[in-house]
């Protein structure tokens, strides 16, 4: 004899709740100079706070490709006071429960990208 598997009504509610719940994640990759990036990247977190409108939780990530930068950097580019300012800018300004995690990945790619990921 087989057992049917069959999820009760309230259950398979609790899933699909869940599932609306949480959208997709606003993704945005930045190219060019650094300074550049870092205003197109905080217009987009600003753009993308608009578009979220109220939410329960929002999670900001920044990802900065390290060959990317290592590029601008030999090239001359200055990557400070810009970065730091632009930090200061994002953890006081947006009202975002913590500031933006920032991940440096070892891999080539955009300069930044940003992550926006947010719950209902």
């Known amino acids: 004899m087989k057992a049917a ?11 699909a709740s869940t ?10 990759s930045f190219e060019g100079p650094f300074a550049t ?15 979220v409108g109220d939410v329960s939780s929002v999670a900001v990530l920044i990802e900065l490709s390290l060959p990317a930068l290592k590029r601008r950097v030999d090239a001359g580019e200055r990557i400070q006071p810009a970065w730091g300012l632009f930090l200061d800018r994002l953890a006081n300004r947006y009202g975002l429960p913590i500031p933006p ?6 891999t080539a790619g955009p300069l930044a990208t940003l992550v926006v990921a947010y719950r209902n």
């Open 19 to 28: 599932a609306d719940a949480i959208a997709a994640p606003l993704v945005w």
């Open 101 to 106: 995690r920032v991940r440096h990945v070892r």
């Open 5 to 15: 598997a069959q999820a009760s009504p309230r259950a398979a509610n609790a899933k």
């Open 37 to 51: 990036c870092l205003a197109d990247l905080e217009d987009a977190l600003r753009r993308a706070i608009v578009q």
